[in-house]
């Protein structure tokens, strides 16, 4: 089992830039690919990045392409999401999690092909 703990959300203003952290428990962290999630109110849970076990390969939504930055430390158990040019419609809660998918599976998982998920931390975007 993998427990995930994010930090790292605020308030900013819009230009703005966060950087979010997901901390892991247990020493199998380097097996699970990590995504990062956004759900904002009275929306769906949607796809922000994911990075494989290795680090290898990376995967974004469009929206966010060019702006963010998924990267992950093994050794500190952590994986990270670096956000630049922040935007009020990227307010939301993100949510980090992981799951042990091919890569190339990993390029099209949803939420439900995740099997752990941390608690979230909010992002707030003012304009």
């Known amino acids: 089992q993998v427990q995930l703990v994010e930090s790292g959300g605020g308030l900013v203003q819009a230009g703005g830039s966060l950087r979010l952290s997901c901390a892991a428990s247990?020493?199998?962290?380097?097996?699970?690919?990590m995504g990062w999630f956004r759900q904002a109110p009275g929306k769906e849970r949607e796809f922000v990045a994911a990075?494989?076990?290795?680090?290898?390969?990376?995967y974004y939504a469009d929206s966010v392409k060019g702006r963010f930055t998924i990267f992950r430390d093994n050794a500190k158990n952590t994986v990270y999401l670096q956000m630049n040019s922040l935007k009020p419609e990227d307010t939301a809660v993100y949510y980090c999690?992981?799951?042990?998918?091919?890569?190339?599976?990993?390029?099209?998982?949803?939420?439900?092909?995740?099997?752990?998920w941390g608690q979230g931390t909010q992002v707030t975007v003012s304009s």
């Open positions: 999690a992981a799951n042990t998918l091919s890569a190339l599976r990993l390029r099209a998982a949803g939420p439900s092909d995740y099997n752990y």
């Open positions: 247990g020493r199998t962290f380097s097996r699970y690919n």
């Open positions: 990075i494989s076990w290795s680090g290898a390969s990376t």
